[in-house]
């Protein structure tokens, strides 16, 4: 029934750092923008061809929703290859560790504080095997 994630939706307190961070940082693309009366408001990050990051500019948020967004986790081949690019430009990742549920993760946070995880599954990752997962 569901496909998979369509969006995020973030605030950002600057968008073009926020812009520079996941287009040159992660690779994303920049899909469209957001206006309203002629200004920036916002913009849509395509992450693959159907997956998308929403950001619009904080004040354009409900000033009730005080952080929405905890993090989100994004999977990928190598958190080596995404940390040293990262690192490359700029911007700071911590040290890749075994998680309790058996997949690699690494973590960084983007201009606004949002923070991203890295995912980066094993053979024996709990999402594969189904085990539970047990917290310390």
Request: aromatic share 12%.
């Amino acid at each position: 029934m569901i496909n998979q994630i369509a969006h995020v939706c973030i605030s950002s307190l600057d968008l073009d750092a926020t812009q520079r961070f996941y287009c040159e940082g992660l690779g994303f693309r920049k899909v469209f923008d957001f206006k309203r009366d002629g200004n920036l408001v916002g913009y849509y990050l395509g992450v693959t061809e159907n997956t998308f990051v929403e950001v619009f500019r904080a004040d354009e948020i409900d000033p009730k929703a005080k952080s929405p967004v905890k993090h989100f986790c994004l999977e990928v081949d190598s958190i080596d290859a995404v940390s040293r690019h990262l690192t490359e430009t700029g911007y700071e990742v911590t040290d890749k560790k075994l998680g309790a549920d058996e997949s690699y993760q690494a973590w960084v946070t983007d201009p606004s504080g949002v923070r991203i995880e890295f995912h980066e599954y094993t053979a024996k990752s709990f999402q594969f095997t189904g085990e539970d997962c047990i917290l310390g």
